[in-house]
């Protein structure tokens, strides 16, 4: 069956195709039955899911809050969350989408009820994982603790949903998400960054979406740091005022040369690199600050004398909360930036592994990865 | 049965002692079955209910969601939204609370999936009234849009409960959300009162409690303004540093007089009376802050060119949000004021009709009339 | 002299052009000394100003803060505050302006040492007007307080200048203040609009450079109301995705219709209307934002009962304050949207007057006028 | 002469005693001028001075700035900088304080004019240092870039003047910049600690002033981590509701057992230990937030992962920004924690040397040692 007649027919089979993750690189193409929407859910028929460095971690280690419980790797289980599709049937009190709506997904959905979902912080929830059983918080996390989307179809709380704007494709709508991580980034920061100077460091995909939203916003300058060429083009591309490639100059040199020695006051880590926050501290003019959006994987030493000299504030951000996704895709559907710029290679269901291997070894410059369901 | 004796008694019956709304005016004391907890909520055993001033709105007048929807006076409903109590049964995913655990209750549970709510913003759900039937969204408003505590025994979700401190009397804990009214006004003037002026007009239960928190806060001079010395005597008892009996002294001079012509900061407006929006705008300094936790009966001239030509922010206040209940009855379990001292008399549930004469009519200086369950 | 000859020549001749207030509506053309800039000030060479509504006020009526101080009407003082011009002399310790450096001007310099300037809150002063004789704690307001821009040299504290961008004709420069007074009102609702319903009433200067910088930030929809067409019109092509002419239309009805009975979460007032904030109060959903950047000249009723019950607040702004200027100058640089739409008259310093009677009178559809001066 | 006598004599002699710096470790006394106030300035008698940390690092290392800067030490300098006194001399313009005030001192004064002054960050004023010869911002951090306090008079601008209650004594006066310090890192956690809890690492000063001033604004528990019993117990006088020594108990452990293993909201961080960071990452709860009041005097490991997966907030201060300093001397004024409780030694002026030895080698437990001067 061709994508375009399948695009339009919007009836529900029984079962579906699914990859379910059996233990550490074990992924598995099985049939399962689609699931069913509970009160407040709805089913999304996956039309597209892009895969994340995220679901890499998830498929060789499992998923972190198991690990962190000390729970055993989970079987059965389905991935992916960076999905979008079309609502293809509706939970019981659902008005607020339509069937045929199309719709990008969030990660989070809080319980709602610990002291965090009562503060609006949602992606920090309290109950996280806590989904289960007579544990049943409510909480969900798309592709983590629950099944997410590499697979036919899914079940998502309406708090995990965006409407997609009519025109964007479907690979693009794969983005929101991403970009809705950057857009909580700046807000962690403040939010007012229109004529603030901006770092982004590490040009993968939160970091072009960071330099993006950061730009639609009117951040200036917007200074992109990374090592390869290709990713620092795609930069200016979505809206870089300059790009440095760490390579042939000091990020932290060349930063105070382009704003004439008086750094800038926000920084986006989006690197992960050991030393990116000592750096970070060092672009930053006094009183700056700085998001963390990633990681190195161990430990590292951090200059926190300067952190405290300087009146430097730090934010690390969990996922896509205060509703950024919603926002994020308000400007993508007003053109203001070129996302789709972000996605390379598209494979379909069948050739999930196929994906995965074209983005863990970044073969022909792979970025986003889109798995195309339907 | 003595009351001590039902203390310890955390049997539930099968029927209770409810009184209901027939029409304006109209309550009956009627026998009802006892409700069951659904999922995240909780049975509380009514042991204490507080008579306030929008329950004899909604008695005269009508709810007022159900007056602005224009649908018909609503039937056996029962009203009553200041108590408290003790947990005697547990829903399905309750570990919050245990059985035994004496709580006082807040209004509002939000739908938990609306714009407001995912911002923390429960107290203005864009889905209030919404639960019922098909349109169940899940919000509740105890005692405004599902049943509340003049009866026996309610249900209640676990977002409107707070833990009463031991030690704390039934009478006492009926003002924590009062209290937390308070709170949230003071936190929506920003929170930092330790060592500025605030003025409350008013002094009512939310007015007088304004004095005590933004006190116990910290809040310098705090300045108290009303119409009938017993009460400004409580508010001095209650923290306040100056009081103004209005009918001996212009209250803008006062104020003025107090602070050496400077004015305060903030304004927590508790009266409703029609000027005092107006007088705020005066007794505040330029960009200073004002609270309107009360408002007159119907449209009243205010002077718009000064709110602008001054900087001046105004903050409505819908109910108890930002978990503001929460750290009222911190405060409360610290012993930081007096709350006590609002509460004036005491009826069991036959004499609710009693009471609502003692608080309407001021009958002995009636401030907090409480209804004793259990 | 030509302009093209007087733009590059720097030189400060002893004696300038000045219109003087001698009292309501006598405005004469005299000649004065040039000012020198003292302590971190400079000497501005005035290129082009605008006129502004608060400008005949001034010219009428006199000073708003010598009104209400109950002085006399101020006589040889210069008014004029929306200018720009190039720096031609610096006072001591600057280092941030060098001479020839274009810059467009603020309004308002705090006096550094009160409550509100110590907070950011330099608009809101509490020194205003203090900056004479022994009293001079420093405070100015260019055009209000101290001489404006009616002539050919003004002298600035630096942190009234913000600079101009290469290729910004001196005539869309003088509209950075107003750009700047509606990016500090739009901070004052929150300044996350990416995504957000906002409604702007009134097509003035203000109102226009709303819609502008609302929509450049991302809000959507941006709907503007009015009376005229042809502001309606310039609202377009500046940004709004909605324009009502609420004399065909009711305004909250308008709304309501397009956004599909949710309503918006920000208003900015921008028209002065009496009815104003009460239809916004209808206009934005519960727990919505209301910014007032203008206001009726008497007191006007207002429902207040609709700002508590729907937890409103609104946000009365003086000025263009926490350096709004700058963020505004930045987004106008990068060309998010034609400013120099608004201005349609120029004319000489000599002919002010008549600038003064086609603003005053909408003569030609006047919107914008700019006296040229070098 | 004795104190008593010279507490009434406001007179001014033309030469004073004053501490100099010659070198590290090179203090002096010797004869110089008293000072002359200028515009925005008064001439403080010094009635009393706290030796802090910071001076002792000053003394042995030099001032930071200067060091940061490449500098030689400075010569000729008098440090110190927790002082207060009676304001004997008005500058120009000043009407803020009056002759006979007692007033206790902040360290920074902003130049007003950079942009972090210019949002009220004046404790990261970008123009530090820059107060002499043709580079004067007019910025003035007194005792560090200015001459400070081990003297008998002192030059200060209004804005690091605060007001000394009445019956206070000068001892406990000095501490009020302390407890500013420790406000200003409650600011920076969100202020509205009441209700939530607050483990402070670090029985110093500053921590202890945390402790008093997070009870003091309703925070609960408070839990004090600690090395030394005597410290703790002083710790627990002022407001901690539980003690941890560290060497009897692994910290996070205890706030986990404290807490029924749910962490607390907030860290104030006062020790400066190595691992400080990692466990307050421990303790808070995800969405904790965790404010770095000291650090250690090399990098140190630090685990990035758990802050961005936690969201987790980190936030440096420099300095009693915010103008903290008044907020506290208004809780001190309201004896709300008995502050003088940490001042142990008192020295005259001859023996400052004295004073640093007990202060350096905590002889007799000296916490605060102070220096009384008239």
């Given at each position: ?135 049943n918080k409510g909480h969900r996390a798309n ?232």
């Amino acid at each position: 069956m061709t994508t375009a007649v399948r695009k339009n027919d919007l009836s529900i089979p029984s079962k579906m195709k699914a990859w379910v993750l059996d233990g550490p690189e074990q992924l598995r193409l099985v049939e399962k039955p689609v699931p069913q929407p509970g009160l407040a859910e709805v089913l999304v028929r996956i039309d597209a899911v892009a895969i994340c460095g995220t679901d890499v971690e998830i498929i060789t280690k499992g998923l972190p809050a198991w690990i962190e419980g000390g729970l055993p790797f989970n079987k059965n289980f389905t991935p992916g969350h960076e999905y979008m599709g079309t609502v293809v049937k509706l939970g019981a009190g659902v008005d607020e989408y339509n069937i045929g709506d199309r719709v990008a997904v969030e990660i989070h959905a809080g319980c709602g009820r610990c002291e965090r979902c009562r503060m609006g912080m949602y992606t920090s929830c309290l109950n996280y994982g806590l989904n289960y059983g007579d544990k049943n918080k409510g909480h969900r996390a798309n592709g983590f603790t629950t099944d997410g989307g590499f697979t036919e179809y899914a079940v998502n709380h309406v708090n995990t949903l965006a409407h997609v704007p009519d025109g964007m494709s479907d690979e693009e709508a794969t983005l929101i998400v991403t970009a809705g991580t950057a857009m909580y980034g700046l807000d962690a920061l403040g939010g007012l960054v229109a004529g603030e100077g901006l770092v982004v460091t590490g040009p993968g995909p939160i970091g072009l979406m960071s330099v993006a939203v950061g730009k639609a916003l009117g951040a200036q300058p917007v200074i992109l740091t990374g090592t390869r060429d290709a990713r620092l083009k795609l930069g200016t591309q979505l809206g870089a005022d300059h790009v440095i490639n760490i390579r042939s100059e000091d990020p932290v040199q060349a930063v105070k040369r382009i704003t004439g020695g008086k750094g800038v006051q926000y920084v986006m880590e989006c690197s992960g690199a050991p030393n990116s926050l000592n750096e970070a501290m060092d672009m930053v003019n006094r009183g700056g600050r700085i998001c963390l959006a990633a990681f190195p994987g161990e430990p590292t030493p951090v200059d926190l004398a300067k952190l405290v000299r300087n009146n430097i504030y730090v934010y690390g951000i969990r996922g896509e909360g205060k509703s950024a996704t919603h926002r994020a895709a308000a400007l993508m559907a007003q053109k203001r930036f070129p996302a789709k710029l972000i996605h390379t290679h598209t494979f379909p269901l069948e050739e999930l592994q196929t994906g995965f291997k074209y983005f863990r070894e970044r073969i022909e410059d792979a970025i986003k990865v889109v798995i195309k369901v339907h």
